[in-house]
């Protein structure tokens, strides 16, 4: 009987056993279920803060670039428009010309009757 009495206190320890290694199984499916929905959700949301991040600096770098084009254009204009007001000096251009590369270079580059000097 004692025998048996063991035999029964073996059985109901393995079989709590078995109960509880079901439990941790349950436990750690349950766990590794909620890392992954966990996961997804902080990952849904990192590519959704990124998307609006990067749009919104985009936006920013074409407002900026459109502001540079067009400041340049304006300073452009403003630089070609002060550049036509300014009359021509071609004879002081001619005598400049020949003083730093001589009468002789300039002569043979531009005949004298290819541009009058008196414009």
């Known amino acids: ?28 499916a ?15 949301l990192f590519d959704k803060t990124y998307t609006e991040e990067a749009k ?16 340049y254009k304006k300073q452009l204009d ?8 300014r009359p021509l000096n071609k004879a002081a ?3 400049m010309a020949e003083e730093l590369l001589g009468k002789e270079l300039i002569g043979k580059r531009f005949p004298e009757n290819s541009f009058a000097r008196d414009a």
């Open 93 to 95: 251009f001619f005598d």
């Open 56 to 71: 919104r600096l985009e936006a920013v770098f074409i407002k900026e670039i459109t502001a540079a084009r067009e400041d």
């Open 30 to 44: 349950e766990a590794d279920r909620r890392l992954s929905e966990s996961e997804k959700q902080c990952r849904s």
């Open 78 to 85: 403003t630089y070609r428009d002060e550049l036509m007001k």
């Open 1 to 28: 009987m004692e025998q048996e009495d063991n035999n029964n206190v073996l059985q109901h320890l393995l079989h709590l056993e078995a109960e509880a290694s079901a439990l941790v199984e349950d436990a750690q």
